[in-house]
């Protein structure tokens, strides 16, 4: 990662990914945030990740960047109703 950006660069990247994305709704918006308000409300204890485990994860997810296999928002919120 290059963290010699200005702020007037880093201002047009996050433009150009903006770009990318599909709008929203505002009930989409509200949608999104009473699942969120819900779920983040309950008590579910976690089992807590080990060093090692986290490190493979973050890099799982880089490399699914850098293959461009992620998900849209939109994508994320179809599977979301399928939980």
């Known amino acids: 990662m290059n963290y010699k950006v200005s702020f ?6 996050q433009k150009q990914i903006l770009l990318k ?10 949608k999104q ?9 309950q008590k579910i204890k976690r089992q807590r990740m080990s ?4 490190v493979e994860q973050i890099n799982e997810a880089q490399r699914q960047v850098i293959e461009g ?3 849209s928002a939109d994508d994320l919120e179809r599977e979301s109703e399928n939980w």
């Open 21 to 30: 994305q599909h709008p929203t709704t505002l009930d989409k918006a509200r």
């Open 69 to 71: 296999k992620y998900s």
């Open 51 to 54: 060093h090692k485990e986290y």
């Open 33 to 41: 945030v009473e699942t969120l308000k819900r779920t983040s409300s």
């Open 8 to 13: 007037q660069e880093l201002a047009e990247i």
